[in-house]
C-alpha cells in the first residue's frame, strides 16, 4: 500500500484529469526524472485506483505565481512504476542503504550516522 495527497485535481477535456502539485522555490527550467517522480506517481494512482485518464501534470510554483506543467512518457511512467517495486522490495528485506548528502544536516540521526554528510 503506498499513501500520499494530490494537492489539487481539475477536470480537463473529455472527463480527464490535470494533477496539480504546488511547490516553493524557484521555477526549474528543466525537470529531471527525479523532479517529475512525485507526479508520475500520482498519475499510476489516478490510473490504478480512480480509472481517471490524465491530461497533465503540473507543478505549481507559488513564489513565482508560474505553472510548469509537462506530460508523462510512457517510459518515465514505467521507469517510476519500477522505482516503487524495487523500493518496496528494498523496505520488505531491510535493505536501508546509506544515501548521505546535503539533506543530513536535517536528520535527528547526523551526530551518531557514520555515513552523515557534515
Known sequence: TLRGVIDRIDPAEAGRWKIVDYKTG???????????????IYQLAAKDIFQADTES??????????????????????K??????DTADSIKTSDFQATPGNHCKYCDFNQICPFASK
Do not use: G, H, M
Open 57 to 78: 501534470l503540473q507543478f505549481y510554483y507559488l513564489n513565482e505565481n508560474k505553472p510548469l506543467s509537462f506530460q508523462a512518457s510512457t517510459e518515465d511512467l514505467l
Open 80 to 85: 517510476v512504476k519500477q522505482w516503487v517495486i
Open 26 to 40: 524557484k521555477v526549474k527550467d528543466k525537470l529531471t526524472f527525479e523532479d517529475k517522480k512525485q507526479l508520475l
